[in-house]
């Protein structure tokens, strides 16, 4: 059974860095594609994030482009988010996920399999 714990979560002001990270426990994922997701209050759960399974390659939303950087320590078993730049409409709770076999990165929530119980990031104007 694989489990997923984030941390990292809290509440900064506007323009502040955080860093999140997720740590596997239950089984390494040295070959799964990992990935980032948040749910924003009253709205639906959104791609933020993903990884492949070496770190070389990553691929983001637009909406954090060049603010927030993935990537992993599969030596740890653990995968980071660098937020920086932080916004008010970054408030969320953040989740990882874990693909069950694929090391292809995906921004499809459909494709995981493995979810933790998210770490709330509160960002105040």
Do not use: H
């Not at 990935?35 to 759960?45: D, L, N, S, T, V």
């Not at 933020?48 to 954090?64: C, F, Q, R």
Request: proline share 2%; with cysteine; glycine share 8%.
């Amino acid at each position: 059974q694989v489990q997923l714990v984030e941390s990292g979560g809290g509440l900064v002001q506007t323009g502040a860095s955080l860093r999140l990270s997720c740590e596997a426990s239950g089984r390494t994922l040295t070959s799964n594609s990992m990935g980032w997701f948040r749910q924003a209050p009253g709205k639906e759960r959104e791609f933020v994030a993903t990884i492949n399974w070496s770190g070389t390659s990553a691929y983001y939303a637009d909406s954090v482009k060049g603010r927030f950087t993935i990537s992993r320590d599969n030596a740890k078993n653990t995968v980071y988010l660098e937020m920086n730049s932080l916004k008010p409409v970054d408030t969320a709770v953040y989740f990882c996920a874990a693909r069950r076999s694929s090391r292809l990165s995906s921004p499809k929530q459909e494709d995981y399999a493995y979810w933790g119980q998210g770490t709330q990031v509160t960002v105040s104007s």
